[in-house]
Every structure is written in structure tokens, then in C-alpha cells.
């Protein structure tokens, strides 16, 4: 059987082609369009100066670059945080050596505190021997309202024998807005019928005494009288300063 038969149209012979060589001409000529189309495309970029090529070689050559990059940030990362931990540490050393510092200067403080202390009773500055007030203090108490009086009495070495006698506390404030003088009796937390701190001593004696204020007195000055048999007696007066205990 003929693939086509011949149509007679007048004095012309038209032969037609079967559908499945139509299809395949057409995808080939679309095919050859496309690729034509391509290669002019291609053509085009690379008289414009691109080269596919080149391309990926920049493209490999830009990875490149990123990793190195990335591996850079990583060792920098990596210095970075060795230098915290190396500044945490000198911080820490820093702070150490400070806190010994502070320690050592508060030491030598008490040492010349204390040197003081016995150069007073072994050889008193003004070169007299007899009875005085070393040192006076205002602690804070356990409570509101409380605190502690801290009182050192000494002598000069150069006085062999035994001192004795008592000591008088007045407190001095405002309350009410009116001038208020208060007696050891008074403000004692372990209340003294006398209101005086006995003492006796060959060199030197701390007094120690807990009081409590009573409610609106505001404690201004602590007036403080020693008295002995065999001397004068010794007054002084203190400005109200609470003190933090060393």
C-alpha cells in the first residue's frame, strides 16, 4: 500500500505528507530554532566579552574566598574569646591584688593605730603621765535605737601602781526640739542605779556599755568624766559619730 496517494488538482499533482513526519519536521525545526536562537544568545554575550568559562572560574574562585573567609571569622571568633577569658582573668587577678591591697593598707592602719596606742601609755606626747581618755567610740547596736559605747582609759607606764575610780556618761541631744541631757541611768540597756562604769587599771582598760536611746531623742554630743581618788578628773566631749566596727 502506497505511503501517500497523489490528489489531481486541475493540471497540478499535490502529494501530501503523513501527520507523524509533519510532527517530527516541526519539533525539529523548533529545536533548531531554539539552538540557533542559543547559539546567537551565546554568540552575542561573548563578543560583549563574557565567557561561561570565566564564569565558573570566578565562581570557584568566589567560594574560595568565602571559606577563607568563614575559616578568618572562625580563628577571629576563636581570639576573641581567649581575650575575654584572658581579660576575665586579669580582671579577676586585678581584683585580687586590689582586695590584698586593701587588706594589707587596713593592716598597717591598725599596726600604727595600735603603735600609737602604746606609745601613749610607754611615752605620752604631752609628758604627762597621769590618767586619759585614749579613745572613744559609737557603735551600732543590735537593734533600732541601740548602740554601744566603747571607751579606752590608760595611764603612762612611768605611774607603777593601780588606777581606780568611775567613769560618767551623759548624752547630750534635742527632742522635741528642745535640749535634752541624758544619764548613763537613763539610757543604760542594763540599767545602773549609779550611772557610772567602774574601773581599774595598771596601763591601759576598755569599757564597753549598751545603750538605748529612748523614742524622738536625737543624740548630738556624749560627754565623758573620768574620776579618780588620786587625780583630777578628766573631761571630754564627743561629737555623735556611729562608727562601723573594725
Known amino acids: 500500500m502506497p505511503e501517500f496517494a497523489p490528489q489531481r488538482t486541475g493540471a497540478f499533482v ?13 519539533i525539529v525545526g523548533t529545536l533548531g530554532v531554539l539552538i540557533a536562537l542559543y547559539l546567537m544568545y551565546e554568540w552575542g554575550r561573548f563578543e560583549g566579552g563574557y565567557s561561561k568559562f570565566a564564569e565558573i572560574q570566578q565562581r570557584r574562585e568566589l567560594n574560595a574566598k568565602i571559606e577563607s573567609l568563614q575559616e578568618e571569622n572562625e580563628r577571629l571568633r576563636a581570639a576573641i574569646a581567649s581575650a575575654e577569658l584572658d581579660r576575665k582573668v586579669e580582671n579577676k587577678a586585678y581584683a585580687d591584688v586590689e582586695k590584698n591591697l586593701a587588706d594589707l593598707q587596713a593592716q598597717v592602719l591598725k599596726h600604727r ?20 581618755i585614749q579613745r572613744f567610740q ?14 579606752v582609759l590608760v595611764q603612762s607606764m612611768r605611774q607603777e601602781s593601780v588606777v581606780s575610780g568611775s567613769v560618767i556618761v551623759q548624752l547630750e541631744g534635742v527632742r522635741e526640739n528642745r535640749p535634752v541631757q541624758l544619764s548613763l541611768s537613763e539610757a543604760a540597756e542594763t540599767q545602773r542605779a549609779d550611772g557610772q562604769l567602774p574601773f581599774q587599771f595598771r596601763y591601759f582598760q576598755n569599757l564597753e556599755q549598751d545603750i538605748v536611746l529612748p523614742d524622738g531623742f536625737e543624740p548630738r554630743a556624749v560627754t565623758v568624766e573620768v574620776r579618780s581618788p588620786r587625780m583630777d578628773p578628766v573631761r571630754e566631749s564627743y561629737p555623735w559619730q556611729v562608727q562601723t566596727e573594725a
Open 14 to 26: 499535490i502529494r501530501q505528507m503523513p501527520s507523524w513526519r509533519r510532527r517530527a519536521v516541526l
Open 113 to 132: 593605730e595600735q603603735l600609737t596606742f602604746y606609745r601613749g601609755i610607754v611615752s605620752p606626747e604631752d609628758g604627762i603621765g597621769g590618767l586619759r
Open 138 to 151: 559609737v557603735l551600732p547596736g543590735a537593734g533600732d535605737h541601740q548602740y554601744r559605747l566603747r571607751l
